[in-house]
């Protein structure tokens, strides 16, 4: 995707087009499940303390890692079968920066109803599906977070919660938005711009997120913003 975004040809073969739409979908499916897995780990971490080691050991890691990967494969096999043996006569411009699934459909010569079809059952099935699981998940830990006594308390369970709701919001807004529509050939405009908050703004800020809860990082950059306002308040007070 990036070789082809900074080249001066844009173009990109059926096969090559096909295997990038591919792998777009079963790494971004297995963000989901992965996001739902995590959400179970804050549950045990939470609600059961105690038990929590034992629970969530490497063999149950391993386990749900790998049934993450599985779920994702099983959940866009189905509308790439449906979309490879399509036939593609013309004309051959993708109206997207990348391969996705709805500009790709709308350049078939075929009938593609049963491959929309599909393609939308799949998104709603692992979007709404994983978000479920997410929803209950935190269901019982903020019931488990309200029956904490100390306030000091709720705030220190809440706080390892943030920076995954973070995440969670902007992925699934985003891509529900994007995929769980039985017609996504309307508005291109406005789903390349939610694509692009999709894959590159939230992936881009993930990392600033989930470092928020480390300590040393809340302290570096309360100190690097202190030193910015610092100067520009001498600035100003020189003026």
Do not use: W
Not at 10 to 15: G, L, Q, T, Y
Not at 44 to 62: D, S
Not at 79 to 87: C, E, G, M
Not at 199 to 216: A, V
């Amino acid at each position: 995707m990036l070789a082809n975004t900074f080249s001066l040809t844009k173009a990109i073969s059926f096969v090559g087009c096909l295997t990038q739409s591919i792998f777009y979908f079963l790494l971004g499916s297995t963000e989901f499940f992965i996001l739902a897995v995590m959400s179970f780990d804050r549950y045990v971490a939470i609600c059961n303390p105690l038990r929590y080691t034992i629970i969530m050991n490497k063999q149950t890691c391993l386990l749900l890692l790998l049934g993450s990967y599985v779920g994702a494969f099983f959940s866009m096999l189905g509308p790439s079968v449906l979309t490879a043996p399509l036939i593609f006569c013309g004309p051959n411009k993708i109206h997207h920066f990348f391969c996705d699934r709805a500009p790709v459909l709308k350049l078939a010569c075929a009938d593609i109803s049963l491959a929309e079809l599909a393609d939308f059952i799949a998104s709603a099935v692992l979007l709404l599906g994983s978000l479920l699981l997410t929803g209950v998940s935190y269901t019982y830990i903020v019931i488990t977070i309200l029956k904490i006594p100390s306030v000091q308390g709720r705030q220190k369970a809440f706080s390892t919660c943030v920076s995954h709701i973070m995440v969670v919001t902007l992925y699934y807004g985003s891509s529900i938005f994007l995929y769980v529509r039985p017609k996504k050939s309307n508005a291109m405009d406005i789903n390349k711009f939610a694509t692009v908050l999709n894959t590159i703004i939230t992936p881009m800020l993930n990392p600033f997120i989930y470092s928020l809860r480390n300590e040393k990082v809340k302290e570096s950059l309360k100190n690097t913003l202190s030193k910015y306002i610092g100067l520009l308040t001498s600035s100003k007070t020189q003026k």
